[in-house]
């Protein structure tokens, strides 16, 4: 399995308190994504990153922050948590564009 | 309209039989087709992955590609239900934006 790590891997929260998910990754793989899936959806990108500090909004990037400092960690913020934000979340990474993405466990977050 | 639609299923099949899994799509600039198998609770893997058009083969599974008339589709032979698994078509253009389907479940029945 390639190496990243999702933490939490479930989280309980309250409407309009910040959460943040964090992803880490041991593969010196370049780029990184956050995604969320629901059911109907599929996966949908909310942001990503192609290098440290450098990031990009995805398809649904409303009410998300992200952050990369390091290469290994990509942090997803939910700045004031809504219940349309319950979700899985997904950390995924790359090598380069266009190449084979390998996903995390997942984050189970619910928002009540 | 949805850029990439996929038949949710369920799709039940027994245990053996040659399962078709389709996506079709709007985007004429994408060029990068996959297939991900995802299982439950768990994050997806990459079971495919063809650029453009044309047909490509691993082992049991193979991955049709379609340009012209924007349709994907994998085939499963003699499928195990060790294949039993939520099958996620994804496909991107060059400026790597993934979009998925929303995702197939299938269960192979012994």
């Not at chain 1, 309980?12 to 629901?38: A, F, I, K, S």
């Not at chain 1, 440290?52 to 009410?63: A, L, W």
């Not at chain 2, 044309?54 to 379609?66: I, L, M, P, S, Y």
């Not at chain 2, 008339?69 to 499963?76: D, Q």
């Amino acid at each position: 399995d390639a190496g990243i790590t999702q933490s939490p891997r479930h989280k309980v929260t309250e409407t309009g308190t910040p959460v943040t998910l964090r992803c880490h990754q041991t593969e010196n793989h370049r780029y990184m994504y956050w995604y969320r899936q629901d059911p109907g959806h599929g996966l949908r990108l909310i942001h990503y990153s192609y290098g440290v500090k450098d990031t990009d909004k995805g398809e649904v990037s409303d009410g998300y922050s992200v952050s990369r400092s390091k290469t290994e960690d990509f942090l997803l913020t939910l700045e004031s948590a809504t219940s349309s934000q319950t979700s899985v979340y997904f950390c995924a990474i790359t090598r380069g564009p266009n190449t084979e993405a390998f996903f995390g466990q997942g984050t189970r977050l619910t928002v009540v | 309209q949805k850029e990439v639609e996929q038949d949710p299923g369920p799709l039940s099949v027994p245990e053996g039989a040659i399962v078709s899994l389709n996506c079709t799509y709007s985007n004429s600039a994408f060029q990068y087709f996959m297939w991900y198998r995802q299982y439950s609770r768990k994050g997806p893997e990459l079971l495919m992955y063809t650029y453009s058009s044309g047909n490509k083969e691993d082992g049991r599974f193979t991955a049709q590609v379609d340009k012209s008339s924007k349709y994907i589709s994998l085939f499963i032979r003699d499928s195990q239900p060790s294949d039993s698994a939520t099958y996620l078509c994804a496909m991107s253009a060059a400026n790597n934006d993934m979009r998925f389907g929303a995702g197939t479940r299938l269960t192979v029945k012994p």
